[in-house]
């Protein structure tokens, strides 16, 4: 992901609804192992045109690891969440 760490849009803030909190845009550009969180097309496209930035933003290997890929179950991302946070410990 070219500029990934100056983006006019990354102080912008929602609730995320897989961590039930506030969360910065930066975060979910970067939550799938530096990749976009597959849900950020979803969250995002009220708040900015999240789709054409990330378009212009990822190449096109991005883009389908992104979000063409197979999705985690809930079961799956709250396993992968546990785990992240025991290794923050």
């Not at 760490?5 to 970067?30: E, W």
């Not at 192992?33 to 290997?61: H, I, N, Y």
Request: hydrophobic letters at 35%.
């Amino acid at each position: 992901m070219s500029d990934k760490n100056n983006n006019q849009f990354d102080a912008h803030q929602i609730r995320c609804p897989k961590l039930g909190h506030a969360v910065t845009f930066s975060y979910c550009r970067m939550e799938n192992k530096g990749l976009p969180c597959f849900k950020a097309l979803d969250c995002w496209f009220q708040s900015f045109p999240v789709e054409k930035f990330l378009r212009e933003s990822l190449t096109q290997e991005e883009w389908e690891n992104a979000f063409e890929g197979e999705r985690p179950t809930k079961v799956q991302s709250l396993l992968d969440l546990i785990l992240a946070a025991k290794k923050q410990d």
